[in-house]
């Protein structure tokens, strides 16, 4: 209301001298219901005096008020004793404040109390009873020839022993209650009447009241408690079965559907775990298996448990009126979520124990959600170290390569510049050639840190078109031709391949990279073989040398950046590779590093090839003319 | 980079070069070494000035940055163009193909990439001189040569390692093509203006098809070229003996 009015609103609870004789739970009743206003954005202020309207209506003059919103009382005891009749001498005082009257909380919004006394056993339990107690008295019939009077009850008695271990404790006072009659009317004098001639058969009768009663009930007990154990056990049974199931996921969301499933099946209700999010706001982690919807209301309940770590909702002493049952996940480091359950039947599912069981449930789910969000923090406290790791490996590595050829660059350039003849020629040269190769080596460097951003910033244009493979083969050759030195490289692409689909400059480069790679990390004479195949819908390229080969632990972690093996001596940064990748990648293809057999290295990729090449029939069409 | 220097043509001793670049470091390298080498230097700084010292000048040849303060280097070419047909070699950054292809197509007549060793440019220079002086009436030479590879332009024949090859119609012309623009790239519609006509400027992928033809005949192995050279995203190039020695 105070939303749709756009206004502030204050939540006032008057503290009258009867506040004080109020029991604790109520008093904590008044409190939660304040907090809660104040975490649907109220202020909440308590004023103390005897007269509640009067107190209301001062207050509310101080502070401007418009409008005032009281409750209707209705029989709820707390209603009655804070605001007593107060509606009417509120209206009567109001002047210019509007009151708004409203339906306060109703009967079934006090907390749910189970019933104690309830008829348990059906209707034929007590037929059964009656039919034991015909039974009783027909064998006591029976056998009266043979037995003294005296046998009898200890018949009966039996049969309400009967009656009490298999039907439980009504049909069992039936029975008790019945066989005295039967008793008195078949057996004592004078017989089939109801009337005792005898006054010493009185005691009789309540004896064997009294012996049936107490049998009876104490039958029953054992019973209850043999139950009540089977209960338990399966209970423990059905924890001990989450608690399992939980250990073995791993992410929240997984943990909240075990549970949802487990306590589900156990108490018929719709579950839900929820966590904060990193604002600190619940939202709901279970999967699509529950609908569980919350309204607003159902928030600011959750909400609190949260906040405050104690249950809440449905079934508690706490925002009762709330759709469902709210229970804190309290784990080492205080409350990290909150179970919410919301039963089918709430009347049958609120039983004291059932609300311990959800408990036990409740803290098991805690452990296990604390447990995998310790295992995220690690993993991320790992990753943060990993990423400052690679960062740091990033400039040094940066750094480092490139200030060895400027060193190189400028001091071969400076001796040149100072030098006063001392310099042979061929020193000149040796001076001059190391500054121009270094200057090489640092382009190379750069044009790899610009194709390394580019490929990170997914800026790559991939501009496919159709080319014949060898060209693009053919390029990277010559481009890499004067690093080759002895080597050689043999060629094997299929006779005709036809045209293929790629970005002939990207793809060159990674030629030109992985020609580049094997002639650092192979030694000067051994060759490298480069080869193509092309199948309907794919074209698979290797590039392979006889170098040293690739440790086994390190063939995925050379595509990585700024990653160089072990045992290479060789000069650059360790972007070569992760660049290849990237290029590939960016063709929808991939690429990987294998082993040769035989011993090398051996860089495969794979690009998709899809539709088919233009076939320019026309011009194909020539007529073979020698020239 | 080493090269082996030739002696400079008579024509080369008194040619005057434009150097247009913003940077002061490399006009003055260019610089140096272009007047070691014979030629007549002037510079500028900005494309505006290239124009106006172009016209006033009028130099044998033009090295363009294209990237200019002021003017894009592509504006500029256009300019020259409509008023002069002195070559212009275009200094250009890697990963620039578009520019290349561009500045090519409005007339540039072969580009350089930056960092570029002096044999290159040098060589592209020589190139372009040597193209200019065949267009201005100097018969070309009616045999061209390159390693094995000898084409008689007279009497349309190919040879390679002494053995004549037959080439379709097609196939012939554009080897003529490249030979009569041997040592400078060409662009794919260059190619296929000169073979195949203003109509099929577009058709890329026939330009494709028959440089592989012509490297099947031609090349020992078509995979490593040796004369037909593809410059990826730009064109293709036919190189010469002097391309040879200072690749």
Known sequence: ?627 | MPTQEKEPTPSQQSAAVLIVDDEAPIRRFLRTTLTAQGFRVFEASTGREAIAEASARTPDLIVLDLGLPDLNGLEVTRQLRAWTSAPIIVLSARNQEQDKVAALDLGADDYVTKPFGVGELLARIRVALRHMARSNGDVGEAIFSCGDLRVDLARRTVFVAEREIHLTPIEYKLLTVLVRHAGKVLTHRQLLQEVWGPHHTEDAHYVRIYVRQLRNKLEPNPAHPRFLITELGVGYRLRTNEDRQTA
């Not at chain 1, 605001?83 to 005082?93: A, E, H, R």
């Not at chain 1, 001796?415 to 190379?444: F, M, N, T, V, Y």
């Not at chain 1, 690429?591 to 990729?605: C, D, I, L, Q, T």
Request: charged residues 20%; contains cysteine; glycine residues 8%.
């Open chain 1, 1 to 627: 209301m105070a939303e749709g009015l756009h206004a502030k609103w204050v939540a006032v609870y008057v503290q009258t001298p009867e506040h004080l004789r109020l029991p604790d739970s109520e008093r904590d009743r008044v409190e939660h219901t304040l907090r809660l206003a104040e975490q649907l954005g109220a202020e909440t202020v308590t004023l103390r005096g005897a007269r509640v309207s009067q107190e209301i209506l001062s207050y509310a003059r101080t502070r401007n008020v418009t409008k005032i919103v009281v409750g209707k009382p209705l029989r709820s005891r707390l209603k009655e004793l804070v605001f007593g009749s107060v509606v009417d001498d509120l209206v009567k005082g109001s002047g210019e404040i509007d009151v708004y009257v409203i339906t306060g909380e109703t009967a079934a919004g006090r907390p749910l109390v189970p019933r104690v006394f309830r008829r348990t056993s059906p209707w034929s339990a007590y037929g059964k009873g009656l039919g034991v107690v015909a039974l009783a008295t027909g064998i006591s019939v029976a056998t009266v020839p043979y037995l003294s009077q005296s046998n009898m009850p200890m018949v009966y008695l039996l049969g309400v022993l009967l009656v009490a271990a298999l039907w439980g404790r009504g049909p069992a006072v039936l029975a008790s209650v019945l066989s005295v009659l039967s008793y008195d009317f078949f057996f004592v004098e004078p017989h089939l009447t109801l009337t005792v001639s005898d006054p010493r058969e009185l005691v009789t009768f309540a004896v064997l009241l009294v012996t049936a009663l107490v049998t009876g009930t104490l039958t029953v007990m054992i019973r209850e408690q043999a139950d009540a154990a089977r209960q338990g056990e399966q209970r423990t049974a059905a924890l001990y079965a989450m608690s399992r199931e939980l250990l073995t996921y791993h992410r929240v969301a997984n943990l909240a559907s075990v549970a949802a499933r487990h306590i589900q099946q156990l108490s018929n209700s719709h579950v839900a775990v929820l966590l904060p999010d990193v604002e600190g706001h619940l939202t709901l982690q279970t999967g699509e298996e529950t609908a569980f919807v919350m309204d607003a209301k159902d928030a600011g309940v959750a909400q609190w448990v949260l906040d405050h770590g104690q249950r809440a909702g449905l079934g508690t002493e706490t925002l009762p009126d709330a759709g469902a049952l709210y229970l804190p996940l309290a784990a080492s480091r205080g409350v990290i979520g909150v179970l919410a359950v919301r039963p089918d039947q709430p009347r049958r599912f609120l039983a004291p124990d059932q609300m311990h069981l959800l408990e036990a449930f409740a803290n098991q789910v805690a452990a296990a959600v604390e447990r995998v969000l310790l295992a995220e923090d690690a993993q991320r406290a790992q990753l943060t170290i990993e990423t400052e790791r690679t960062r740091n490996a990033v400039l040094s590595a940066v750094s480092h390569d490139l200030r060895t050829p400027l060193a190189t660059i400028v001091g071969a350039t400076s001796s040149l510049l100072e030098e006063s003849g001392g310099i042979d020629p061929k020193g000149r040269k040796g001076l001059l050639q190391a500054a121009h190769d270094e200057a090489i080596r640092l382009d190379r460097l750069v044009n790899n840190l610009l194709s390394m951003t580019r490929v990170e910033a997914g800026a790559l244009a991939v501009e496919k078109e159709w080319l014949p493979l060898e060209e693009v083969v053919g390029a990277s050759l010559v481009r890499v031709e004067d690093r080759l030195g002895r080597r050689v490289v043999s060629t094997e692409l299929p006779a005709d391949s036809g045209l293929v689909l790629l970005d002939g400059v990207l793809i060159e480069q990674v030629l030109i990279n992985l020609l580049d790679n094997a002639i650092k990390y192979t030694p000067a004479d051994s060759p490298i073989d480069l080869s193509a195949e092309v199948t309907k819908d794919t074209l698979n390229v290797e590039v392979a040398d006889r170098g040293p080969g690739i440790p086994p632990g390190d063939l995925e972690r050379i595509f990585d950046k700024f990653y160089r093996a072990a045992a290479a001596g060789a000069p650059g940064v360790g972007l070569g590779l992760s660049i290849c990748r990237g290029i590939v990648e960016a063709h929808g293809g991939r690429m990987w590093a294998e082993n040769r057999p035989g011993g090398g290295a051996v860089f495969r990729f794979a690009l998709p090839m899809t539709g088919g090449p233009p076939r320019p029939e026309a011009v194909l069409a020539e007529p073979r003319h020698a020239s």
